[in-house]
């Protein structure tokens, strides 16, 4: 369990908290590209890190993300006139471009060159694997945008969703690095189910429901953690589960295809990015580093009817704590373990269902949170260290970023850090 002070500093993200100030020390991803695809098309709102601002892609096709509020009399910018090159607010026709700079305002005298010294917030972007990421530290301080494999891929090769989630950063992470929930939130209670997976095979799927107590080790990494899950195959032979966890907010999820052709398989991943200290957006991409999605896959996995949905136009999901997640307690009792449909409604059922941010004093945790102890050590660690003086190190290392997950059978013999090594890096 945690003290409530290293509570509140885990999950307190706000500007001028002690972990809000390291998150702004890495890129996070701001919005889909398809938001503000259109140039001179309309704002969008975006709350990050407990900070309101807009988003637009101005007349040049460059994307700004700037304070919702105009300097002059702080009305909204959402509803700004986004035209040549910069935003309008439409109370007194101040302007601004994404560099938060004020442009023009048509009702002071020309002569004064007041304009000069007005300014908004605005922050830099970036346009990378149909994401539009934003750094919001200082700018003498900007790392390279992290280089994971999947926002390099073809667009045909990778797909990428989000979806809003009401909880605290944190409680969203800790499940996606709890390798040991797979074999009951995503369990079946009946040998005909598909499994936990769209990818499970029939070899999967016995090695979850044969060994339900894995054995962890967790290896600190550069780029964070490699969470390393062991399970008995046969007398000779272990199935291994290796998650990798990316700092700040990132996982990656081994596929669940047979072992044993698991090497560039598909592989998916989450990133957890704050909203504020209640909620956060739940981003999934999906890679396939070998050939290209066919239509009816990637209406799978990115459609707002598939996989990680059913989601409504703002994100949202349909399955949510107002409908209880949609439970059906005759499937709980007879095919699925929660009687819950969609792996990411699943999740959020159990993470929202701890409240908006979890009292971590109230736990009682046992050895397979190894992963989640040094998750909470290693974070308040390096926020404590940034208030010190000592930047993180990863911020600064976009090709620390380009890895895999793994899944695979190794002879007992083998360690699992050489065994490994080839399935968990991502192509350069």
């Not at 909620?279 to 990115?302: N, V, Y």
């Not at 699925?336 to 701890?354: C, K, L, P, R, Y």
């Not at 941010?357 to 397979?368: A, P």
Request: aromatic residues 10%; proline residues 6%.
């Amino acid at each position: 369990m945690l003290s409530h002070e290293d509570n509140e500093t885990l999950c307190r993200v706000g500007a001028g908290t002690a972990m809000g100030t390291l998150m702004r020390r890495f890129w996070l991803p701001a919005l889909l590209e398809e938001e503000v695809a259109i140039p001179d098309g309309a704002p969008v709102r975006l709350r990050i890190l407990g900070e309101d601002l807009i988003a637009f892609r101005d007349s040049e096709n460059r994307v700004g993300i700037v304070d919702a509020y105009c300097a002059h009399r702080r009305a909204g910018l959402f509803f700004g006139r986004n035209e040549a090159s910069g935003i309008r607010c439409v109370y007194h026709g101040w302007k601004f471009d994404v560099d938060g700079q004020c442009t023009d305002i048509p009702s002071e005298p020309t002569d004064t060159g007041y304009k000069n010294r007005v300014k908004i917030k605005a922050y830099k972007t970036a346009v990378r694997g149909g994401v539009v990421w934003v750094y919001m530290g200082p700018v003498e301080l900007m790392p390279q945008v992290p280089d994971f494999e999947w926002s390099r891929l073809p667009a045909p090769q990778r797909t990428v969703t989000k979806r809003i989630q009401y909880t605290n950063w944190t409680q969203a992470v800790e499940g996606g690095i709890d390798s040991a929930h797979v074999s009951f939130l995503h369990g079946h209670n009946t040998k005909t189910s598909t499994g936990v997976n769209f990818q499970d095979s029939e070899e999967v799927w016995h090695y979850l429901e044969k060994d339900k107590h894995p054995v962890f080790s967790v290896t600190e990494m550069p780029h964070g953690m490699q969470i390393n899950a062991r399970r008995n195959a046969d007398s000779s032979t272990y199935y291994w589960r290796i998650t990798q966890f990316l700092l700040p907010f990132y996982t990656l999820t081994p596929p669940t295809v047979d072992p044993k052709d698991s090497l560039g398989a598909d592989y998916y991943g989450h990133a957890w990015v704050p909203i504020d200290d209640e909620s956060c957006w739940t981003w999934t991409f999906h890679a396939r580093p070998k050939g290209a999605f066919s239509k009816e896959e990637r209406d799978l996995f990115e459609g707002k009817e598939g996989f990680w949905g059913p989601i409504d136009d703002n994100y949202h999901p349909i399955y949510n704590l107002a409908n209880n997640y949609m439970i059906d307690r005759e499937r709980q009792k007879h095919d699925n373990f929660t009687g819950i449909e969609g792996i990411q409604n699943q999740d959020a059922a159990v993470q929202e269902s701890m409240g908006p941010m979890v009292d971590r004093t109230q736990e009682h945790l046992g050895h397979s949170d190894l992963a989640i102890v040094r998750f909470r050590r290693m974070l308040l660690n390096m926020a404590r260290a940034l208030e010190a003086g000592q930047a993180p190190a990863a911020a600064a290392g976009g090709a620390l970023y380009n890895k895999r997950p793994g899944t695979m059978l190794l002879d007992q013999s083998v360690p699992v850090e050489t065994g490994a090594k080839t399935w968990l890096q991502g192509s350069e």
